[in-house]
């Protein structure tokens, strides 16, 4: 009997193993592209970087959650968001609820996220409903680095959270009851410098594909430029070319645009004017030159 024990002992842990592999597994798939489960809609979101003159930025995100309204559908018209905005939340009726989404908390390099790169930063299955608005909730070791040193980054007025109000035109439908949203966290008009200490107060613009439009090309020569802005009356986005030149601007809205290019190391700026933009629709500007 002895001699039997460890063998029967070293399968049950085996099978206990391969069970919890599998369980994992299936779990992962039906997170990710598995069926969505009756009575529920599968929401992703994206996050992506509206830049700003740093080597990096350092963003602590800890928490996505989503407010529902469970009696209206996505494809319903949108309504006031009385009592809401950035800074406040209100619950206008008994069908509104708030819902957390799969993330992974933790330091994220804004930077990396630039010229059209994103990172799929929550997802998960929310009760059918009309997605109203996004709750972004920050961590304390937030930070930004520049000429190799690192400074820290102060919340204002040390609130942790901030909210985003979401459309109709903010959401692709990717199938049945599948959802996804772009988020573009705006540094430039997120961060300040006062007082010899870096402030943060989010901004983050909600954006879908199919209802934007982006605007790319590449500078040269290499080292002639900073900072792109792209600009009209109602609307601002900025861009921080890779090292070849190469840039991409995305969540436009539909309309004509401005583009400035800060020139650098002797180079002048340069501003393009009537760039057309569409929906849903990449205008590609090729090679840009700047002279001396």
């Known amino acids: 009997m002895k001699s039997n024990a460890k063998p029967i002992w070293v399968a049950g842990i085996l099978l206990l193993t391969l069970s919890t592999f599998f369980y994992a597994c299936k779990k992962e798939v039906s997170a990710t592209g598995g069926d969505i489960p009756t009575g529920n809609t599968k929401f992703s979101i994206y996050l992506t970087d509206g830049p700003l003159d740093f080597e990096k930025v350092l963003i602590d995100i800890q928490q996505i959650a989503v407010k529902i309204d469970t009696c209206h559908r996505n494809h319903d018209a949108d309504h006031n968001h009385s009592g809401c905005d950035d800074d406040h939340d209100q619950q206008n009726s008994n069908c509104e609820i708030w ?10 390099d804004l930077l990396t996220l630039r010229n ?8 998960g299955f929310i009760l059918n409903g009309k997605i109203e608005r996004i709750k972004f909730t920050l961590g304390d070791s937030n930070s930004v680095q520049a000429d190799s040193v690192v400074y820290p980054l102060k919340l ?6 901030v909210y985003v109000n979401v459309g109709r ?16 966290f705006d540094l430039a008009r997120s961060i300040r410098y006062i007082n010899g200490q870096y402030w943060l107060k989010p901004v983050l613009k909600p954006f879908g594909r199919h209802s934007s439009g982006e605007i790319e090309g590449k500078i040269r ?9 792209a600009y009209n009356a109602t609307d601002t986005a900025f861009a921080l070319p890779k090292n070849e030149g190469e840039f991409k601007i995305r969540g436009l809205k539909e309309g004509t645009y401005s583009l400035f290019i800060d020139g650098i190391n002797g180079y002048k700026d340069t501003t393009i004017n009537s760039v057309n933009v569409t929906r849903n629709r990449e205008t590609k500007l090729g090679t840009i030159l700047l002279h001396q």
């Open 116 to 123: 059209g790169l994103d990172t799929l930063l929550a997802s």
């Open 221 to 229: 020569p290499a080292h002639s430029f900073g900072m792109i802005k």
């Open 169 to 184: 035109e903010h959401l692709d439908s990717l199938s049945s009851n599948n959802f996804q949203l772009y988020l573009d």
């Open 156 to 161: 204002v007025n040390n609130q942790h959270f």
């Open 99 to 108: 819902d957390t989404l799969s993330i992974r908390p933790g330091i994220y």
